[in-house]
């Protein structure tokens, strides 16, 4: 079975520039999350949706930052503009909700790394 | 208020030792989920384990084992014969209803072992 699909893997651009990074969830899981690590904050939840309604987004940094998730298989994270302390590596996971409504595991992509100049 | 605390930052041990990993977590809830992850420097997040809250029971799988102790809040790992390739970043998470599915992570323990 597919794991979680992320892309690009990497991804270089300038200062300004818009970026998008692309998630694919495992078929059939309910809720898709994104992530930011840094060495200096470590891993960090910035939004997550449920059945593809984002339920919360408080940890999306500022208005640049902007996510969807327009089917239950498609996830797109945008950051517009970029600035150089956006590096990190993204990650995007999915799980589903275990038989006693409680979150099942998170299974993560394999992270874009995301190089702001 | 940090949920789940990684103390150990750093750990290294020489290959063939034993090293266990510390998490030590924080929730009022009574039903919550406890997980462990490796991130190999290859930078995936691979899951390990997942515990529930009213399943005490200690975990054994080939090298790794796990003991979950809701006196003391803690949900530690330990890695038996250490390996170079068990060389990675180990992170805990916790994950409770009141907020809703989402983990708190860990600041992380990176393992370093030594041929």
């Known amino acids: 079975d597919a794991g979680v699909i992320q892309s690009p893997r990497h991804e270089v651009t300038e200062m300004g520039q818009e970026v998008t990074l692309r998630c694919k969830p495992i078929?059939?899981?309910?809720?898709l999350f994104w992530y930011r690590q840094t060495m200096m904050r470590g891993l960090e939840l910035l939004i997550y949706?449920?059945?593809?309604?984002?339920?919360?987004d408080s940890g999306m940094p500022e208005d640049r930052f902007s996510a969807k998730m327009p089917n239950a298989s498609f996830s797109t994270l945008k950051i517009q503009p970029s600035e150089p302390r956006d590096s990190a590596v993204y990650f995007c996971a999915s799980s589903l909700v275990g038989a006693d409504g409680y979150t099942d595991t998170q299974y993560f992509g394999p992270g874009t790394r995301l190089t702001v100049l | 208020a940090q949920k789940v605390t990684q103390a150990q930052t750093e750990i290294s041990v020489v290959e063939k030792e034993d090293v266990t990993l510390d998490c030590v977590y924080e929730t009022r809830d009574t039903t919550y989920y406890l997980f462990w992850y490796k991130q190999p420097p290859s930078g995936e997040l691979v899951f390990l384990i997942r515990?529930?809250?009213?399943?005490?029971q200690n975990e054994i799988s080939g090298r790794y084992s796990w003991n979950f102790q809701k006196s003391t809040s803690s949900f530690n790992f330990t890695i038996t014969a250490s390996q170079v390739v068990d060389s990675a970043v180990y992170f805990c998470a916790l994950s409770y209803r009141r907020t809703g599915n989402q983990f708190y992570f860990g600041t992380g323990t990176s393992l370093t072992v030594i041929p």
């Open positions: 515990r529930n809250s009213f399943d005490e």
């Open positions: 949706f449920n059945n593809n309604v984002p339920i919360d």
């Open positions: 078929s059939g899981h309910d809720y």
